[in-house]
């Protein structure tokens, strides 16, 4: 088994990157003291595994630089992307509350540089200052309603709207501005952004070649280029039976 990356200085934890989303941000100073002296910095690799699925929880993990990855293995050996955390994210609360192995394997995207709150002095610390769960409320709805929305998409949408819908997502996330449109900035294998749709490659080809051709889009390697993300909206209003903007 792959070794676990060595822990490395005490993290600082109002990092622009971490501090912005809400659960931190609204801490007291104090709190944010205690969090600051239990926290460590990890860096990684790129490939490096963070965890593997099955693993046992270590607390939870804050994502300073780089991007983290979590996915899961298939019976046939392929392996299947869940989610891409970039630096800001939060994430392995949920293995942190209920003490259950971690469900997916995560890995670094690019060197990448993660911080970690031991779990069991974390819950330690909920204990002390309740408080704390209002926040971690909110960041678990807010993971939940998005877990939602893409069944409620699985469950309703064709893949053409599901697929310009995870694409101008990217674009949000990543999206950089050039000369001929708007570029994911975002390595985006065929096979990851099929494997995000639950669907095969072939289908999301297809869809990729035809919008190629209507130019909506332009295809690099591992890169999608959005020239024309109105139309895009429009196609993807439509299926969804809203008002096209």
């Not at 639950?198 to 130019?215: D, I, N, Y």
């Amino acid at each position: 088994m792959q070794d676990r990356p060595a822990p490395a200085r005490h993290a600082d934890m109002t990092d622009p990157a971490l501090s912005a989303d809400p659960w931190l941000r609204d801490l007291s100073p104090e709190l944010v003291a205690h969090l600051q002296a239990m926290s460590l910095r990890r860096r990684l690799r790129d490939g490096e595994r963070l965890y593997a699925r099955g693993d046992a929880a270590e607390g939870l993990y804050g994502v300073v630089r780089g991007r983290i990855r979590l996915s899961v293995p298939t019976p046939n050996g392929r392996e299947v992307l869940f989610v891409l955390f970039e630096p800001g994210s939060w994430f392995g609360e949920v293995s942190m509350f209920d003490g259950e192995p971690r469900p997916q394997d995560a890995h670094a995207i690019g060197d990448s540089e993660i911080l970690l709150l031991p779990r069991l002095r974390f819950l330690a610390l909920l204990d002390q200052h309740p408080e704390l769960y209002r926040g971690f409320t909110r960041l678990l709805c807010r993971k939940l309603r998005t877990v939602l929305d893409y069944v409620e998409d699985a469950l309703t949408l064709p893949l053409a709207a599901r697929l310009g819908k995870r694409l101008l997502q990217l674009a949000q996330v990543y999206g950089v501005d050039e000369a001929d449109g708007r570029l994911i900035d975002l390595a985006l294998p065929q096979d990851d952004l099929a494997s995000m749709l639950g669907a095969t490659r072939q289908s999301v080809s297809k869809e990729l070649k035809a919008w190629e051709q209507q130019g909506w889009i332009s295809l690099r390697y591992r890169h999608v280029v959005l020239r024309d993300e109105a139309a895009l909206t429009r196609m993807v209003a439509r299926a969804s039976g809203l008002p096209e903007p």
